[in-house]
Nanobody, 124 residues
Framework: VQLQASGGGLVQAGGSLRLSCVAS????????MGWFRQAPGQERKFVTA????????SYSDSVKSRFTISRDNAKNTVYLQMNSLKPEDTAVYYC??????????????????WGQGTQVTVSS
């Protein structure tokens, strides 16, 4: 499966962005999906994940209550709605797909497929 992330950009603190991740080559419904982010000089970190059906979600503490992950399996797309953005949210955001027994995996080691990343920059 190939994953294509989009929707990044430059936004002021307090603003919102919605990222999309479109899958091709295989239906996205067979994978748990997640979003990770990597800021300059830092390791890639877990942001959020969603189970195959969308019934289970998981969030990092830093984004809980501000970000929402969702999926539309009919459109082969996963979304990340980001509200109340902060400068510390600045990073390249990656979507990923997991063949995992875990419903909404938090570890990058559980993920088998990765998109190319989309830059999110939040200005203060």
């Amino acid at each position: 499966v190939q994953l294509q992330a989009s929707g990044g950009g430059l936004v002021q603190a307090g603003g919102s962005l919605r990222l999309s991740c479109v899958a091709s080559g295989r239906t996205v419904s067979v994978y748990a999906m997640g979003w990770f982010r990597q800021a300059p000089g830092q390791e890639r970190k877990f942001v959020t994940a969603i189970s195959r059906s969308g019934g289970v979600t998981s969030y990092s503490d830093s984004v809980k209550s501000r970000f929402t992950i969702s999926r539309d399996n009919a459109k082969n797309t996963v979304y990340l709605q980001m509200n109340s953005l902060k400068p510390e949210d600045t990073a390249v955001y990656y979507c990923a797909g997991a063949n995992s027994a875990i419903s909404a995996p938090r570890s990058s080691y559980e993920y088998n497929y990765w998109g190319q990343g989309t830059q999110v920059t939040v200005s203060s």
